[in-house]
């Protein structure tokens, strides 16, 4: 039995793959919470660079970071549905990043004996132990990464509360409102911290300055 | 404007957070100052060195890494505090905080209660003693010493028939038979504090109204005395 119907092609329905790279990520996190693993992907791919610099620029231990790092995009895709879309995603994944980075401090402090005198200063946050600063090279002989590596090594060396809120605001980018908000500080006190992080940078950076275009 | 308070306002006045008047000052300040100057130049060259710090990149297999790492599962089970967290959860939580607030209102009820002497049985109590001390004011009082200990703890008897009856017993006369007529059908006695309602229908120290019934479901209103020994009642 032949109906007018069967004449017509049978047009194969056209599913659109959706495009993460237009939604915020607010939105692809919606979708993480329902399921998608797409969406988590695009969510690692977006972040895991920054989440690494900021683990990375607070404790000296790259490998360990790395594993911090994958232990932040753990907790996102295990709290996926407690996760709400009023907030800013990067808030809420700064903050997992910066709560374990700081339980990971804790815990080398707490076994100093088998780590690094980076920890000590950790725990004295820069006041108790001193380091002298490295014999300031010529600028002309220290190249682009050897700059950058004295940046690492001069925020390692400030007091953590200081180099959390530095490092949030003039590595990461983030407002001092986010960072108010990841750190659980008020603006004031963000500020305040910030600028004196700065001035503290800028004491120990000072023979890498070059200050002829400021 | 001195140098340590300059410092203060660096940061502001490189990210132009700084209001009219605090700029003004600051820069009148730099000005005249080229310690202060130097040291604005080297914040900002520092701030410039941060932020171009180089990426630090992941492993080529960090991705991998944490999609094998859920596919396996052993990476999802909670940590401590996720596990404390996901057993406080409010869905939990809101039984037990039910049944705490109806607890609580319970108990605070009771103490209200307690501290407000609206316990049925104590007011009783206490209006027993006062018509004892009543009557032991009185001139012509013939209350014993042990009637009166006998009236402080009125037995409840069988509903009586008819009030006098129960006037005429030496103990417990009055209140007595009010507390027994708080389990009768009359519907006012079903108030906890008995005693108050005849309060106000004391006629003299002597003789005040009681309440009862005639057998039947009709009421009854009595003038009696207050003495036991007078003997002395009146029924209309």
């Known amino acids: 039995m032949s109906t007018e119907n069967d004449d017509v092609p049978i047009e194969p329905l056209r599913l659109k793959k959706l495009d993460f790279a237009e939604l915020t990520d607010e939105d692809v996190m919606e979708r993480c919470a329902m399921g998608s693993e797409a969406a988590f992907r695009t969510l690692v791919q977006r972040y895991r660079t920054r989440i690494m610099n900021l683990v990375c620029r607070f404790i000296n231990d790259r490998d360990r970071a790395e594993e911090i790092s994958q232990e932040v995009f753990l907790r996102v895709f295990r709290n996926r549905e407690r996760y709400r879309k009023s907030g800013k995603f990067s808030t809420w994944i700064f903050t997992i990043a910066v709560n374990l980075t700081k339980n990971e401090i804790r815990s080398r402090v707490r076994h100093r004996g088998t780590f690094s005198l980076d920890a000590m200063e950790e725990e004295s946050s820069g006041q108790g132990v001193t380091f002298p600063d490295a014999k300031p090279l010529p600028d002309e002989d220290l190249n682009a990464h050897e700059i950058g590596q004295k940046v690492a090594e001069a925020l390692r060396k400030i007091p953590a509360r200081y180099r959390e809120a530095v490092v949030l605001r003039d590595v990461e980018g983030l407002s001092y409102e986010e960072v108010g908000q990841i750190l659980r500080i008020p603006g004031g006190t963000v500020r305040s911290r910030i600028n004196r992080a700065r001035l503290m940078l800028k004491e120990r950076l000072k023979p890498y300055l070059t200050l002829e275009d400021v | ?236």
């Open chain 2, 1 to 236: 404007m001195n140098c340590r308070s300059a410092e203060n306002l660096f940061s502001a006045f490189v990210e132009d957070e700084l209001n009219q008047k605090e700029r003004r000052f600051l820069e009148s300040h730099l000005l005249s100052c080229r310690r202060c100057t130097a040291s604005m130049r080297e914040l900002k060259a520092s701030m410039d060195l941060c932020g171009a710090l180089p990426d630090v990149d992941t492993s080529p297999h960090f991705e991998d890494d944490v999609m094998a790492m859920i596919r396996s599962g052993e990476a999802l089970r909670p940590s401590l505090i996720e596990w404390l967290r996901g057993l406080v959860t409010i869905e939990r939580i809101r039984p037990f905080a039910l049944a705490g607030a109806g607890a609580s209102a319970v108990l605070i009820g009771s103490f209200a209660m307690n501290a407000l002497h609206l316990n049925p049985s104590a007011v009783v109590a206490d209006r027993t003693a006062k018509v004892h001390e009543t009557q032991a004011a009185a001139p012509s009082g013939v209350a014993t010493p042990e009637e009166v200990a006998a009236t402080t703890t009125p037995e409840p008897t069988a509903p009586a028939p008819s009030a006098p009856a129960a006037v005429k017993s030496d103990a417990g006369y009055a209140w007595a038979d009010h507390s027994v007529r708080t389990s009768t059908s009359i519907p006012d006695t079903t108030v906890p504090n008995p005693g108050a309602r005849y309060e106000d229908e004391y006629i003299t120290d002597q003789f005040f109204l009681e309440r009862g019934t005639d057998g039947g479901n009709n009421p009854t209103i009595t003038p009696v005395s207050s003495r036991a020994s007078d003997d002395v009642y009146i029924t209309f």
